[in-house]
């Protein structure tokens, strides 16, 4: 009998709003969690903002920063924390459970997707508000396309966060993540992909990082559209999707 049939159980829709409410909450519960998500993105807002350096590019200096910082919380919360959480899940043996339930295995990585949307949400409020206090002035034309940048980002970057947390055992998953995460500041993150030095250059821009940093800089100081940027984060995602569902392991 599938899970979706088993008596008693509530509407699918329901379980999964519910359990994604746990993850938001465990989310923006967790002090190490919040310091990535909210506490470092805002410190390098204000650090890129109030500073000259490093240089990023033409346009207004806080327009750049807030541009790179919210492409940074994307990193924060889709890839580092739910590789380290759902790492660490794996291990404590929550995963297995939780796929013999009614929500299912379709059903929590729903719910851990709608809980990523969800901090993400509370992100750009956050270090919107801030951007603004220091001065920043989005383009209103590229309002729509940054929306869709976040969300495809978010996409790619939760496919490589479970491709990581699927393969590796819990303590090297929390060892590499955060590894990527600080490498990844300076692969076209926070400043554009074309200001890096010689072969750097054009390697950030053919990765994930550097296709985010650079499509949240387009859309938000020139009011562009990234499509460039939109199909090397595509073709991340799905790739790192498709060998997520290959190799993912459910338990050690």
Do not use: H, Y
Not at 85 to 98: H, K, P
Not at 101 to 107: A, D, I, M, V
Not at 181 to 203: C, D, K, M, N, R
């Amino acid at each position: 009998m599938s899970a979706a049939s088993t008596p008693g159980a509530a509407p699918a829709r329901a379980r999964i709003l519910s359990r994604a409410a746990f993850e938001t909450r465990m989310l923006l519960a967790n002090g190490e969690q919040l310091l990535v998500s909210l506490i470092l993105p805002s410190l390098a807002l204000i650090g890129l903002t109030l500073s000259s350096v490093p240089d990023l590019g033409p346009g207004a200096r806080s327009d750049l920063a807030l541009a790179g910082a919210l492409a940074l919380c994307v990193v924060s919360t889709a890839f580092t924390g739910q590789a380290i959480g759902t790492g660490f899940d794996r291990r404590a043996g929550v995963l297995r459970l939780l796929g013999t339930t009614p929500l299912g295995r379709s059903g929590l990585l729903a719910a851990k997707a709608l809980a990523v949307l969800s901090v993400l949400g509370v992100q750009v409020v956050v270090i919107g508000a801030l951007g603004v206090a220091l001065g920043a002035r989005a383009q209103p034309a590229g309002l729509v396309p940054a929306a869709l940048t976040l969300l495809l980002g978010s996409a790619c970057f939760v496919a490589l966060a479970l491709l990581l947390a699927g393969t590796l055992r819990a303590e090297a998953v929390l060892a590499v993540a955060n590894l990527v995460w600080v490498l990844l500041l300076g692969l076209g993150l926070l400043a554009p992909t074309e200001s890096l030095p010689g072969i750097l250059a054009p390697v950030a821009a053919a990765l994930p990082s550097g296709a985010l940093g650079d499509a949240m800089r387009l859309a938000l100081v020139d009011g562009g559209w990234p499509l460039a940027q939109w199909a090397v984060l595509a073709v991340w995602g799905v790739g790192a999707a498709v060998l997520a569902s290959r190799t993912f392991r459910w338990s050690d």
